[in-house]
């Protein structure tokens, strides 16, 4: 069975730093594609970044620059390194998997397997 555990949320001022961390397990993590999305109140779930098996990456312009993805395949894990946050990020982030393609994915629809989600808070 596979689980996607997320951790690494809270309340950070405007400008400051957080790191997400998405623990994969129940299935061999070297071959899926990660993305994270985040979900405002109110507002439809959204890309923010996708990591392929290879390390390769892509972004939401709304946070290229400031957001970076990486993942560790030794330990399982993928990370989201968020720096220079904005009010506007405050929101729940949420991991998710994909196997059996290598192809990066930015539609939630195209996600397999996701996490309970972490959350956000950036303050002005």
């Known amino acids: 069975q596979v689980q996607l555990v997320e951790s690494g949320g809270g309340l950070v001022q405007a400008g400051g730093s957080l790191r997400l961390s998405c623990a994969v397990s129940?299935?061999?993590?070297?071959?899926?594609?990660m993305g994270w999305f985040r979900q405002a109140p109110g507002k439809e779930r959204e890309f923010a970044a996708t990591i392929g098996w290879s390390g390769g990456t892509d972004y939401a312009d709304s946070v290229k620059g400031r957001f970076t993805i990486s993942r560790d395949n030794v330990k399982n894990i993928v990370y989201l390194q968020m720096n220079s946050l904005k009010p506007e990020d405050t929101a729940v982030y949420y991991c998710a998997a994909r196997w059996g393609t290598t192809a990066w994915g930015k539609s939630p629809s195209e996600y397999d397997y996701w996490g309970q989600g972490t959350q956000v808070t950036v303050s002005s």
């Open positions: 129940g299935r061999s993590f070297a071959r899926p594609v």
